[in-house]
């Protein structure tokens, strides 16, 4: 059977509780030996096949006992509820790492990664992210918030601008590194502050990184 064709395009923000720069970046070892984070996304446009996908955001939380490669993780998908029951669907199974080409997108190596699945959740997402300024904020009322901003420097005070260029990247191609601060109470609970963020803009598809 012939795999659905889809694409995403739009913005995310990511934190997780590694060190500013997070050793993930360039294949090296977690800071602390594990792995937990969160990303949101917004999607400006996309399809599935035939489903139209612009206009929704969407979340996941993850949560590995060492480094991401190593397996054993936990991840759970947080689905904009405004989505009709195939839009729901569509983004579920593009975030999970289906109908897309072998390690060609993040989820699927995420997904991959994460022997357990908790069930999706569908909940009223309120996120904003603003690349170049480093800025975000995420709210999933009683499961998770998520705040993004400039790294400053820690004798003046003044917003500190770092980028992350990945040619060959299976998520982006240049990301804006910020500070991230996430409290999440959902089946992967989540509590770091000003920790590694990400905010980039993205273009994905079936066959990963689209330019």
């Not at 090296?28 to 929704?56: K, Q």
């Amino acid at each position: 059977m012939a795999m659905i064709e889809w694409f995403l395009k739009g913005r995310e923000f990511g934190n997780c509780n590694c060190s500013y720069g997070c050793p993930c970046q360039f294949n090296a070892l977690p800071t602390h030996g594990n792995c937990m984070a969160m990303c949101a996304y917004r999607f400006d446009e996309g399809r599935f096949g035939e489903v139209d996908l612009g206009g929704f955001c969407a979340a996941a939380t993850w949560k590995w006992p060492g480094a991401v490669h190593q397996g054993n993780g936990t991840m759970q998908l947080i689905i904009d509820q405004r989505a009709d029951a195939k839009q729901r669907d569509a983004l579920v199974t593009v975030m999970s790492g289906k109908e897309t080409k072998n390690a060609a997108t993040m989820w699927w190596v995420y997904s991959a990664m994460c022997p357990t699945k908790l069930e999706p959740l569908f909940k009223p997402i309120e996120f904003e992210v603003d690349v170049d300024a480093r800025r975000a904020h995420l709210l999933v009322p009683g499961i998770i918030e998520t705040v993004g901003e400039p790294i400053r420097n820690p004798v003046t005070g003044i917003e500190h601008r770092a980028r992350i260029d990945l040619p060959n990247g299976f998520e982006y191609r240049l990301g804006e590194v910020a500070s991230g601060t996430t409290k999440a109470t959902g089946g992967v609970k989540l509590d770091f502050a000003k920790t590694f963020g990400l905010c980039a803009n993205i273009h994905l598809s079936h066959a990963g990184v689209v330019g």
